[in-house]
């Protein structure tokens, strides 16, 4: 498990929840924002899941936790949503991956568990247009569809 941007590594014989829905999208859908880095080498795992690419830190994208990008019916791949933190900055970003919130603790996932099902994974460069601190590592904030 690579613990970059303070990864939580999968523990043996620990069972961990798996989430197949989310929360209700609406114009402002509380979530918590993590930080990913989507760049070959780096936090781990393949390519992003909508366009099998990689992203540079530079890059405003996200990964929604499973029930956002693609169980409640809407695929969200490719897609802009804006994230907006509690300082009132927001920004725009492209949905380029899933925050997998069934599967997890395996190479593909970096050796971490499944994410929760409230997660917006934002990469540096959408930290940076919120003006948030990386070292915080998680924070809350709303997001919608654009």
């Known amino acids: 498990c690579k613990k ?8 043996e014989g620990h069972k961990y929840p798996q989430f197949r829905c989310s929360p209700p999208v609406s114009a402002r859908t509380p979530a918590t924002l993590t930080l990913n880095s ?5 936090d781990g795992g393949g ?3 909508c366009d099998n690419r990689y992203h540079k830190d530079s890059e405003a994208v996200v990964a929604l ?6 169980l409640d019916g809407t695929r ?5 949503v804006r994230v907006t933190a509690s300082n009132g900055r ?4 492209r949905v380029v991956d899933e925050c997998d919130s069934v ?8 050796f971490e568990p499944p994410c929760p099902n409230d997660v917006v994974d934002g990469s540096p460069a959408v930290w940076k247009a919120l003006g ?4 915080l590592g998680e924070v809350k904030v709303t997001w919608s569809d654009v």
């Not at 970059?4 to 523990?11: K, N, R, T, Y």
């Not at 599967?103 to 970096?110: A, K």
């Open 90 to 93: 927001s920004v725009l970003a």
């Open 38 to 42: 989507f760049e070959k080498g780096k």
């Open 103 to 110: 599967n997890g603790c395996d190479e593909e996932h970096n």
């Open 4 to 11: 970059l941007h303070g990864s939580d590594c999968c523990q």
């Open 132 to 135: 948030i601190k990386e070292s």
């Open 65 to 70: 936790s499973s029930g956002w990008l693609r």
């Open 47 to 49: 390519p992003s899941e």
């Open 76 to 80: 969200r791949c490719g897609q802009t």
